[in-house]
């Protein structure tokens, strides 16, 4: 009787496990689908919409980065257009 209950809880246990197995199988399974999905979706998109939305930390970056190089681009030629040795400097 004791070997029957063993056998028993033994076997729902196998079967337990199968069901998580399956399950982790199908989550698996649907993920894959999905990025297919989205996937296929970029690949199909209209060229001309938009693809994504720069996060504002992102635009702020990129507006430092024009304002430095518009300043860098300002300095060059405000320091080209001055004699380059010292002397002449302050008249």
Known sequence: HQ???????????????????????????????????????????DRGQESAVASTEVKMRLQEFVLNKKKALAHRSLNHCLPSDPRYWYG
């Open 3 to 45: 070997q029957d209950l063993l056998a028993l809880k033994h076997q729902q246990e196998l079967l337990e496990h199968q069901r998580k197995l399956e399950r982790h199988r199908l989550e698996q399974e649907v993920e894959k689908q999905q990025r297919e999905h989205k996937l296929q979706q970029l690949k199909n998109k």
